[in-house]
């Protein structure tokens, strides 16, 4: 015996809610792929990293999250994060329409659990005087962080 009527149900996440599976998933996803990552990580130009990720020889990627086609058009502040990382992806979501990425960086699909890389990246990388820089901003910020400060 069926009790619900069968009926089209369509459950609407907001924004804000994407942005954060969409985090929450790529972290994940790094932690996976030998990464240790930071959320909200302000680089030495004043932008701010949606992730980054430091890996076991000192590789540094950065993430950046776009939780709609139109959070991706409005906001090109992504262009100035090549010189603060080794590797660039966005993070998307499964229903991101994917064709309006730009190419020649890497492409993470995320939802609140984890998720895949679809494109890797090309791979710069950075000169040593920034990468030392980058790395001890990085190991800071992560004892603050873990000090609660």
């Not at 990464?35 to 990627?61: F, K, Q, S, W």
């Not at 100035?80 to 960086?105: I, K, R, T």
């Amino acid at each position: 015996m069926n009790i619900l009527p069968d009926m089209d149900v369509t459950i609407v996440i907001s924004r804000p809610e994407t942005t954060q599976a969409v985090t929450r998933g790529a972290a994940r996803l790094l932690v996976g792929l030998g990464y240790a990552p930071l959320a909200e990580v302000t680089l030495p130009h004043g932008r701010r990293a949606d992730l980054m990720g430091l890996g076991p020889r000192g590789e540094i990627v950065i993430v950046e999250v776009k939780s709609s086609l139109e959070d991706y058009r409005c906001d090109a502040k992504w262009s100035e994060y090549g010189p603060y990382c080794d590797a660039f992806y966005f993070a998307v979501s499964p229903e991101f329409p994917q064709e309006h990425l730009c190419e020649g960086v890497g492409l993470m699909v995320c939802d609140g659990f984890g998720g895949a890389v679809m494109i890797e990246p090309e791979r710069t990388p950075l000169a040593p005087a920034r990468r030392k820089a980058l790395l001890l901003d990085f190991g800071r910020l992560a004892a603050m962080r873990a000090l609660g400060s």
